[in-house]
């Protein structure tokens, strides 16, 4: 069947992959292409986690501002982070305000107030508060993506205000709990690298723990309880393609979540699938169909 609905603007519907930059700075648009390098990461990474038995949901992309508070993301993260502001009047009420506004010229948004909730920041802050108050009989692995939102000062190519982010979490104790991170880790790497990616592992500062101290970032490190890969994106840059956090009980206590009558602990596993796919880009070229045959096995697009 001919596709006409995109056949007057052939950028949506070419092959060669692409983010299509917005006239605002970090927020772009997927073509078609590039939205299929994305769904296919996202199903090679539920192919990848299989053996782990996640229970996926689906989390939309505003969460409570309480919940940010409550996790500390609020004083570690300040500047990053975006609230959803509304109007709580009626239409007419706005029109009146808006005849007083053009009086004053003072902007729309002005008669706007903060609601209850923000712009999610990462997708696994939606997962935490469904265990709240339990206490397991053992480990679970909980799967979800999300368009997440920064507010980032900075905005070099692989750095989007908007971007999906699909996260791992594990929820159990300690020990295993750090294994399975380091093994996703492994994993990652390894799938990074099937996919032809340059990838580095590298230890970082933890976002769950950052901001307030920024102290704590140096004690982050040496505990290293944060990993990033790190990959090639274009146009020169290296960004974090994916990230593995150990918490410790950073969610287990807030939440109340317990495991065999113990604190849980949790940890997560994060990948950028626009990061990601600019990543392919960068080593592979835009036109997936074109790309190496292993490149594509791994991923499973384009002709085998
Ligand atoms: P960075 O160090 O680049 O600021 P981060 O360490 O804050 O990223 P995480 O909080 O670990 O990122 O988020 C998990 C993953 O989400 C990252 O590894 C990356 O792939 C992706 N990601 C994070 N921020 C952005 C962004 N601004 N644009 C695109 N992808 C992002
Ligand atoms: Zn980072």
């Not at 983010?19 to 292409?33: D, H, M, Q």
């Not at 602990?265 to 990543?279: D, K, N, P, S």
Request: proline letters at 7%.
């Amino acid at each position: 069947m001919t596709d006409t609905s995109t056949a007057a603007q052939p950028h949506l519907s070419t092959a060669d992959a692409a983010l299509i930059p917005t006239e605002t700075p970090g927020i772009a648009v997927a073509n078609r292409s590039f939205d299929a390098i994305v769904a296919a990461l996202r199903s090679a990474l539920l192919t990848l986690s299989a053996p782990q038995q996640p229970v996926s949901v689906a989390v939309p992309p505003v969460i409570a501002r309480a919940l940010l508070e409550r996790v500390g993301y609020v004083d570690g993260f300040p500047n990053l982070l975006g609230t959803v502001h509304s109007f709580a009047g009626s239409p007419a009420r706005w029109h009146e305000l808006q005849l007083a506004r053009d009086e004053q010229n003072a902007p729309w948004h002005t008669a706007q107030q903060i609601t209850d909730v923000a712009v999610l920041p990462a997708t696994c802050y939606h997962l935490y508060p469904l265990f709240e108050g339990k206490d397991l009989t053992e480990p679970v692995v909980v799967t979800a993506e999300a368009y997440c939102y920064r507010n980032e000062g900075t905005h070099e190519h692989g750095r989007l205000r908007s971007f999906r982010m699909r996260e791992f979490v594990r929820i159990g104790v300690a020990d295993e709990v750090t294994e399975w991170r380091d093994a996703w880790v492994a994993r990652a790497e390894r799938w990074l690298g099937d996919l032809g990616l340059d990838v580095s592992v590298v230890p970082a500062s933890d976002p769950f723990f950052g901001g307030a101290g920024r102290l704590m970032g140096a004690t982050q490190r040496e505990q290293q309880l944060k990993w990033e890969l790190t990959a090639p994106v274009g146009d020169g840059a290296v960004q974090a393609v994916a990230s593995a956090n150990y918490h410790k009980d950073h969610f287990g206590t807030p939440f109340s979540i317990r495991i065999g009558g113990e604190t849980a602990h949790t940890a997560c596993a994060a990948f950028g699938l626009e990061r990601i796919t600019l990543a392919l880009l960068a080593a592979h070229g835009p036109d997936p169909a074109s790309w190496p045959a292993r490149v594509r096995a791994t991923l499973a697009v384009g002709p085998r």
